[in-house]
């Protein structure tokens, strides 16, 4: 199969490693993977803040971009949850209806990698080695916007060596939410507060998830307690190979 890899602002500026294994994945699975150069940002920041007006241009950008290709993957449940759920309904707010019917087009072909994986792939078991003690955050958008259930879950159970501890309380959100980590700080670290020490009672050494957004913030407070527990994108323990 054909897939284009959505790559994200985030992976594309501080997290490449996660896109990398996305590839590498794909690829070991026997898929070619394509990268549309023409790829910017989704708008996802401008629409969650107010900004739909300055999000359209993106808006047709990205469906420009993707309109070609029968399937698209991103290693984000965030960002796909943007294309999915708000693209058509900016355009729509825009009157351009033309552009909504092609943004809806893109969205249901554009898949969170997980459920790339498993409803479009039909994998579970997709030969990964990692032999640490992992537990899995499942964050917000993925869990609530997508309805990924436990997708990440199945595949993280067929990986060879691993030792999978449940999250306890996992459904409560991290505290990142983007700008609202910045408006609402001190809401923000106490719901950071709450996330690291259910991840602590764990004993894991590796916290995962599939949005590197939500890592970067439970990775920096783990840091920051230097309690030696790393995070991991998802993709990275899936593409993990002895």
Known sequence: ????????????????????????????????????????CCGQMHINTGYQKDALPLVKRHVKTFLPYDVVVAPSGSCVGSVRHQHAMVASAAGDERLASRAAAVAERTYELSELLIDVLKVEDVGAYFP?????????????????????????????????????????????????????????????????????????????????????????GLSRLKSGVRTLHLAEILAATP
């Open 1 to 40: 199969m054909r897939i284009a890899l959505f790559v994200t602002c985030l992976a594309d500026t501080m997290f490449p490693q996660a896109a990398k294994a996305t590839v590498q994945l794909l690829e070991r699975l026997g898929h070619e993977v394509v990268f549309p150069p023409g790829q910017t």
């Open 132 to 220: 640490h003690r992992v537990t899995y955050h499942p964050t917000c958008h993925s869990l609530r916007v997508l309805r990924v259930g436990d997708k990440p879950m199945r595949l993280l159970r067929n990986v060879r060596g691993i030792d999978l501890v449940e999250l306890p309380a996992a459904e409560q959100c991290c505290g990142f939410g983007g700008t609202f980590a910045l408006k609402n700080a001190d809401t923000s670290a106490a719901m950071l507060a709450d996330k690291m020490g259910h991840v602590l009672d764990t004993g894991a050494s590796v916290c995962t998830a599939g949005d590197s957004s939500c890592l970067m913030h439970i990775g920096g």
